[in-house]
């Protein structure tokens, strides 16, 4: 089954413990991103990555890391979280093209909350 | 950055009443993108359109792409319970880089 995931699911941590959550991808997908999601301010993307080896900062970039080693994955990266990054975390993929817009397929959704 | 303004943000109607949701932009753009998304999922496509003036339809769900391509409108005709949801619009910023841009949404309840 094609499918984005994302562990975990759930999360709960304190201000300062570095944290990883993960993404993977079966469909052979060139562009691979992160998201946020709060209430008012909808879908904000971190990060993104056409490709393997290459990544590029989204809107919200501060306090985040990714990187992007083997194609199907895209591990984000919290080296000292906060209370502000306590949030909704979508995972996402898609074929990429220069000048084409395709679908793009999320993952479950990780709920943190950084106390 | 919020490029994409969307409008209402609530909307809470019976079933069987028609809608329009609105996305709208001061920036033009080659394509736009409409997602649903219901509680504790993430957002599934449901159309992208590319061209001025383009009217899509999907069952009772009409989209259509303004003719300068800064806004769109999606109309439910008929609503059910199961269009209940969380409607984005989205547009991929391609100058140099390439971003995707959500609306902040439409949060949808039908009521039976």
């Known amino acids: 089954e094609a499918q984005v995931t994302q562990n975990p699911r759930y999360l709960i941590t304190v201000t300062g413990k570095k944290l990883t959550v993960t993404c993977s991808q079966n469909m052979n997908h060139e562009y691979m991103s992160w998201y946020r999601q709060d209430p008012g301010l909808g879908l904000r993307q971190i990060y993104y990555?056409?490709?393997?080896?290459?990544?590029d900062k989204g809107d919200v970039p501060e306090g985040y890391k990714v990187s992007r080693k083997e194609k199907r994955n895209f591990p984000l990266i919290l080296e000292s979280p906060s209370p502000n990054q306590t949030s909704l975390y979508f995972c996402?993929?898609?074929?990429?093209?220069?000048?084409?817009?395709?679908?793009?397929?999320f993952g479950p959704g990780t709920r943190l909350t950084v106390t | 950055t919020q490029l994409l303004e969307q409008s209402p943000q609530f909307l809470s109607i019976q079933e069987g009443e028609n809608l329009t949701v609105y996305c709208n932009s001061s920036?033009?753009?080659?394509?736009l993108q409409w997602y649903r998304q219901e509680p504790g999922e993430g957002p599934v496509l449901l159309v992208t359109?590319?061209?001025?003036?383009e009217v899509k339809k999907l069952k009772r769900l009409t989209f259509q792409f303004g003719d300068a391509r800064k806004d769109s409108s999606l109309h439910i005709t008929a609503a059910q319970p199961g269009d209940t949801g969380l409607y984005l619009c989205?547009?991929?910023?391609?100058?140099?880089?390439?971003?995707?841009?959500f609306g902040t949404g439409t949060r949808l309840k039908v009521l039976a």
């Open positions: 989205a547009v991929a910023v391609t100058s140099g880089t390439y971003k995707y841009i």
């Open positions: 990555s056409m490709n393997v080896e290459v990544t």
């Open positions: 996402a993929s898609s074929h990429h093209q220069q000048g084409r817009t395709y679908e793009q397929y």
């Open positions: 920036s033009v753009f080659s394509s």
């Open positions: 359109v590319v061209t001025g003036g």
